[in-house]
């Protein structure tokens, strides 16, 4: 069965201290591994699609990288505008293109 | 802004009715896809249609049902409402369906049920 798991579930940082959040997944033929930033109340808000092992994504102080179990997105020297639910997808088994969520990490950045 | 809207943006509504929730794609979007949030369950995929036919379904409960339209907008129906419907739904939609390519959301509609 078609899994993600993210972790942590919430994080906390300062402004100016990197981290990273974690995608852990399970998929039968992976056909694209997806990033979403989701403010409360919004709807999700496109990041980044990786396709393969080894591919990394960058956009201003976030970078996405992909293996072939797990996803990480960097943070680099966060600001408190980057507080938000960050999800994970990945493309579920089968001709479609059903989405199958992480429960998210909800990051907060202090000042 | 993603491009895709939906409406209304709230619905409060009682127990045992129907509400129709309505989205409109990106332009040039053939696929919709409808996802249900809830605090317990997270993003859940219900349903997806191309082209005015349906692709995929999800746990979508007997209860709701959806179309796309020749215009391709699409609607989700919820009926005999529960407490339980409680969440935010979600409309998605790509340029073609099948792997690999990105959804893009809309900003949701809210649904209360009393």
């Known amino acids: 069965e078609d899994q993600v798991t993210q972790s942590p579930e919430a994080l906390r940082l300062q402004e100016g201290e990197s981290s990273s959040l974690n995608c852990s997944y399970t998929v039968s033929g992976l056909r694209g591994l997806f990033w979403y930033r989701q403010d409360p109340g919004k709807g999700p808000e496109f990041l980044f699609t990786l396709y393969s092992a080894g591919e990394e994504k960058e956009k201003e102080r976030l970078k996405a990288t992909l293996t072939k179990k797990e996803s990480f997105l960097h943070i680099t020297a966060p600001k408190p505008e980057d507080s938000a639910t960050y999800l994970c997808?990945?493309?579920?088994?089968?001709?479609?293109?059903?989405?199958?969520f992480g429960q998210g990490t909800t990051l907060q950045v202090k000042p | 802004d993603s491009g895709v809207t939906q409406t209304p943006k709230h619905l409060i509504t009682a127990t045992g009715q129907r509400v129709t929730l309505r989205c409109s794609p990106r332009s040039g979007d053939l696929s919709v896809y409808w996802y249900q949030q809830s605090l317990d369950q997270g993003l859940q995929f219900l349903i997806q249609?191309?082209?005015?036919?349906?692709?995929a379904k999800g746990n979508i409960l007997e209860r709701f049902s959806a179309q796309q339209f020749p215009d391709l907008h699409s609607e989700l129906n919820l009926s005999s409402l529960e407490l339980g419907d409680s969440a935010l739904y979600f409309c998605?939609?790509?340029?073609?369906?099948?792997?690999?390519?990105?959804?893009?959301f809309g900003p949701g509609t809210r649904l209360l049920v009393l």
């Open positions: 249609y191309y082209n005015g036919e349906e692709r």
């Open positions: 998605a939609s790509s340029a073609q369906t099948g792997g690999g390519e990105t959804q893009y």
């Open positions: 997808a990945v493309h579920g088994s089968g001709n479609t293109g059903k989405l199958i």
